[in-house]
């Protein structure tokens, strides 16, 4: 046999074809695990990063052991206590306020009422608000969270 046919038989550190083909397995492997771990990143991601819209399709706070959602519809808010795995908590026994904010430091504070059987409504004031506090107070300790209104632009001069 010649040299040559040695040489695309045999592995050989100066055959240039086994070389250039084990540079591809080893790019091909570095792709795959960065495809691997940037995968495992964003389902990591997926589950400790909490979802901001909830089952009533309103925004979604954490309020300690609970979420609360609040949704904004004509001319009202609609506010539901949830619980860590996002199901609406039945409102018997559950109060419900709103703390409104305005642009000159003013608020109001409105309760809300019992609407449906697991969530809380009042209507909105006429002024526009830049944010909101929702509390709940649910045997005998309150949960809030706040939101922004999304709603209405509030310039502050």
Same mark, same amino acid.
């Given at each position: 046999?010649?040299?040559?046919?040695?040489?695309?038989?045999?592995?050989?550190?100066?055959?240039?074809?086994?070389?250039?083909?084990?540079? /591809?397995?080893?790019?091909?492997?570095?792709?795959? @695990? *960065?495809?691997?771990?940037? &995968?495992? $990143? #964003?389902?990591? %991601?997926?589950?400790?990063?909490?979802?901001?819209?909830?089952?009533?399709?309103?925004?979604?706070?954490?309020?300690?052991?609970?979420?609360?959602?609040?949704? /904004?519809?004509?001319?009202?808010?609609?506010?539901? @206590? *949830?619980?860590?795995?996002? &199901?609406? $908590? #039945?409102?018997? %026994?559950?109060?419900?306020?709103?703390?409104?904010?305005?642009?000159?430091?003013?608020?109001?504070?409105?309760?809300?009422?019992?609407?449906?059987?697991?969530?809380?409504?009042?209507?909105?004031?006429?002024?526009?608000?830049?944010?909101?506090?929702?509390?709940?107070?649910?045997?005998?300790?309150?949960?809030?969270?706040?939101?922004?209104?999304?709603?209405?632009?509030?310039?502050?001069?």
């Amino acid at each position: 046999t010649s040299l040559i046919q040695l040489m695309t038989v045999i592995p050989y550190p100066f055959n240039q074809a086994y070389v250039y083909k084990k540079i /591809s397995i080893m790019k091909l492997k570095l792709i795959l @695990l *960065l495809v691997l771990i940037s &995968v495992t $990143i #964003v389902l990591i %991601g997926m589950i400790f990063i909490q979802p901001s819209v909830g089952p009533h399709k309103g925004s979604v706070q954490k309020a300690g052991n609970y979420h609360i959602e609040m949704k /904004s519809m004509y001319q009202e808010i609609h506010a539901y @206590l *949830l619980d860590k795995n996002l &199901v609406s $908590i #039945v409102n018997k %026994g559950i109060t419900c306020e709103a703390k409104f904010l305005y642009a000159d430091s003013s608020c109001l504070i409105k309760p809300l009422k019992p609407f449906g059987n697991d969530g809380f409504s009042t209507g909105i004031p006429s002024i526009p608000f830049y944010y909101c506090r929702v509390s709940f107070k649910i045997g005998g300790k309150l949960v809030s969270a706040g939101f922004e209104n999304q709603s209405s632009i509030v310039k502050n001069d």
